[in-house]
C-alpha cells in the first residue's frame, strides 16, 4: 500500500472484480434470496483453468465454505496451500486471510457458502447490477469512489485486504465515500433497497421467511418438451397441493376454453390473492369444499355450488376442509393460463419454488411480467412489483433465468392435436 487514497480502492476493486469477472474465469450464480432470511449465503459457481478468487482477503464475519462438484480447487489460507478434490469440502474460518485457485485443466464447479450471508447477497447484486449497466472500465472494475461508497455501506460484508486492520481500511474509505457522494455515488446503485426491504417486511403476500434456501432455475436450453398435451393427463404442484386432470385444451373448442377438474387436498391453496384482467374463471365445485373470497368477500363453495370470476376481480381460494374438494375450472381464453400453470407447476416440481409454491424473487421478476396479461397478485402492491421486478429482471436474466422454459413449456413447444374433442 503506497499511498493511501489510491491503494485502498484498487484493492476494493480488485476484490469486487474477482466476485463477477469474465476475465477472471468465473461464473457465479448467486442465490439472492438468502439474504432475507440472514442465515446463509449459497453460490454455485464455475471456475475456468487458471481463474480464483484474485488477491488473499478476508471476511469479517463470515465463515466460508467451497464444496467441490466437479474439478479441484487449490485452496489457500494464510501461507498455506490445499488441493480440494470433487466430493470434498474447503472450509475458511471467519476473518481468515484466503483466496483459492484453478490450477488443474478442468474448470472446477462448486457450491459456495456464506454463514451468515448477512447482507452478502445484497452486495453482490450491487456489484452485478453495475457490470450489467456499463459502470464498469475495460478490465471489468467498478470506480474507486463507487467501491468506497459499498465499503461504507456493507462494512460486515465487504472483502478486506488481510495485511491492514479492517477498521483502518474503513477509516480511509470514510472521506472517499464522502466525496464519492457529492459526486452523486450511491451506496444501492442498483435500487434494490426499497424492494427487498418491502419484501422483507410484508413478504410477497404468500412467501414466509426463512423457507426461501432454494437456488437457481430450469436450464434454459434444456430441450424442449414436445409431448402433446392429451385430455385425461395429471398435472400436479406437489407443493401447493393442487391436482389437476385435464378435460378440455383451449384449442380444441372456438372459445379457446381451458377446463380441468381440479383436486385440492385439505390445506391445499393457491398462490395468493390475485386478479385476471382478460379472462373469466369459473368454479364449479363436484365434491368437498372450497372457501373461495371473491372482492374481499368470503364464502364456501359446496357440491353443487359455482363462482364465477369476472375480469379484473380480487380473489383467492383454498381448501380449509378436512376432505379433498373437487372442483372443475374452466378459464376462458385459456391457453395463455394454461401455459403459466404447467410453468408453476414445473417450477415447483423441480423445486424451484418456496414452501408456498412461489418462484424466487428473480424467477418471479420475469414470470410475472411475461404472464400480467394473465394473472397480477395484489401483494405486494402494484408499484412495488414493478419497481421490484424492474429491478430485478435484468439481474435475473443475466444469471440465467427466463419467464418460461422449453422443458416446461408443451403448452408452446409441443403439437396439438385439435380432432381430441369438440366444441
Ligand atoms: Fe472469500
Ligand atoms: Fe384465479
Same mark, same amino acid.
Given at each position: ?11 476494493? +476493486?480488485?476484490?469486487? !472484480? ?9 461464473? *457465479? ?20 483453468p487458471?481463474g480464483? /478468487?484474485?488477491? +488473499? ?22 501461507? *498455506?496451500?490445499l ?13 481468515a486471510?484466503?483466496?483459492?485457485? &484453478? ?6 464447479? %462448486?457450491?459456495t457458502? %456464506? ?7 445484497? %452486495?453482490?447484486?450491487?456489484?452485478? #447490477? ?18 468506497? &461508497?459499498?465499503a ?6 465487504f ?14 474509505a ?27 417486511a410484508?413478504?410477497? /403476500? ?5 423457507? =426461501? ?11 424442449? =418438451? ?5 385430455? /385425461?393427463? +395429471? #398435472?400436479? !404442484? ?12 383451449? #384449442?380444441? !373448442?372456438?372459445? $379457446?376454453?381451458? &377446463? ?16 385476471h ?6 368454479? *364449479? ?9 371473491? =372482492? ?7 357440491? $353443487? ?5 369476472e375480469?379484473?376481480? #380480487? ?10 374438494a373437487? &372442483? ?15 410453468? +408453476? ?8 419454488? !418456496? ?15 411475461? %404472464? *400480467? ?16 421486478? $424492474? ?33
Amino acid at each position: 500500500m503506497t499511498t493511501s487514497t489510491g491503494s485502498t480502492p484498487k484493492f476494493m +476493486l480488485e476484490e469486487l !472484480n474477482a466476485l463477477s469477472a469474465e476475465g477472471l474465469g468465473i461464473h *457465479s450464480v448467486v442465490d439472492i434470496e438468502a439474504s432475507a432470511s440472514g442465515e446463509i449465503l449459497r453460490a454455485e459457481t464455475v471456475v475456468q483453468p487458471g481463474g480464483g /478468487g484474485g488477491p +488473499l482477503h478476508r471476511h469479517r464475519f463470515q465463515e466460508e465454505r467451497f464444496a467441490i462438484l466437479e474439478g479441484e480447487i487449490i485452496g489457500r489460507i494464510g501461507g *498455506s496451500r490445499l488441493r480440494v478434490r470433487a466430493g470434498e469440502t474447503f472450509v475458511v474460518p471467519p476473518d481468515a486471510p484466503h483466496t483459492f485457485s &484453478v490450477e488443474a485443466d478442468q474448470p472446477a464447479r %462448486f457450491i459456495t457458502e %456464506f454463514r451468515p450471508g448477512l447482507r452478502l447477497a445484497e %452486495f453482490f447484486a450491487q456489484l452485478f #447490477w453495475l457490470a450489467d449497466h456499463g459502470h464498469v472500465d475495460a478490465k471489468g472494475r467498478i470506480h474507486p469512489l463507487q467501491a468506497a &461508497v459499498l465499503a461504507r455501506a456493507f462494512p460486515r460484508e465487504f472483502f478486506y485486504l488481510p495485511t491492514i486492520p479492517a477498521a483502518l481500511q474503513q477509516a480511509i474509505a470514510r472521506p472517499l465515500a464522502a466525496l464519492a457522494r457529492r459526486r452523486g455515488y450511491t451506496a444501492d446503485p442498483a435500487g434494490l433497497a426499497g424492494p427487498a426491504a418491502s419484501v422483507a417486511a410484508q413478504g410477497n /403476500g404468500n412467501a414466509a421467511r426463512g423457507d =426461501d434456501r432454494r437456488v437457481s432455475h430450469p436450464d434454459p436450453s434444456a430441450p424442449a =418438451d414436445r409431448r402433446a398435451i392429451e385430455p /385425461g393427463e +395429471l #398435472w400436479e !404442484n406437489p407443493v401447493t397441493r393442487e391436482r389437476a386432470v385435464i378435460v378440455e385444451l383451449p #384449442w380444441q !373448442n372456438s372459445e $379457446g376454453r381451458a &377446463v380441468a377438474e381440479l383436486t385440492a387436498l385439505p390445506g391445499a391453496r393457491v398462490m395468493g390473492e390475485h386478479l385476471h384482467a382478460g379472462l373469466h374463471e369459473r368454479f *364449479s365445485v363436484l365434491d368437498g369444499e372450497l372457501t373461495m373470497v371473491r =372482492d374481499g368477500r368470503r364464502s364456501v363453495l359446496r357440491a $353443487g355450488d359455482s363462482a364465477h370470476i369476472e375480469p379484473g376481480v #380480487w380473489h383467492d381460494w383454498w381448501n380449509e376442509a378436512e376432505a379433498d374438494a373437487v &372442483v372443475r375450472v374452466e378459464i376462458a381464453p385459456g391457453e395463455r393460463f394454461v401455459h403459466m400453470i404447467e410453468t +408453476l407447476f414445473g417450477l415447483a416440481r423441480e423445486g424451484h419454488v !418456496n414452501s408456498k409454491g412461489m418462484p424466487s424473487p428473480l424467477q418471479l421478476a420475469l414470470t410475472a411480467q411475461e %404472464f *400480467s396479461d394473465v394473472i397480477v397478485f395484489r401483494k405486494p402492491s402494484r408499484w412495488v412489483q414493478r419497481i421490484m421486478f $424492474g429491478a430485478l429482471a435484468p439481474i435475473a436474466t443475466r444469471r440465467g433465468y427466463r419467464a418460461t422454459y422449453p422443458s416446461l413449456s408443451r403448452t408452446t413447444m409441443a403439437p396439438r392435436p385439435t380432432h381430441a374433442a369438440s366444441g
